[in-house]
């Protein structure tokens, strides 16, 4: 029986170890889930402001609007 409890001692720190390890990975993906949704929805919004700042028509009118000469007589 005393060569059980080292053994015991031994797998329930392997446990903890594993048990802590767990915590951490989930935290971390946690923490890179957020940042990647984040990133996510800025790229989205920009992409959507790109677009509509694209879609604007243009007034044959107004772009490059040149006054005509008035023609004056020679003579």
Do not use: G
């Not at 935290?27 to 940042?35: D, F, G, L, M, N």
């Not at 790229?43 to 694209?54: C, G, T």
């Amino acid at each position: 029986m005393s060569t059980t409890l080292p053994k015991i001692a031994e797998l329930r720190e392997a446990l903890e170890s594993v048990t802590s390890d767990q915590k951490y990975l989930k935290a971390s993906e946690s923490r890179h889930r957020h940042s990647n949704e984040s990133t996510r929805k800025r790229v989205i919004f920009m992409m959507l402001a790109l677009a509509s700042a694209l879609q604007v028509p243009n007034d044959p009118e107004t772009e490059n609007h040149v006054e005509p000469r008035k023609r004056t007589s020679i003579l």
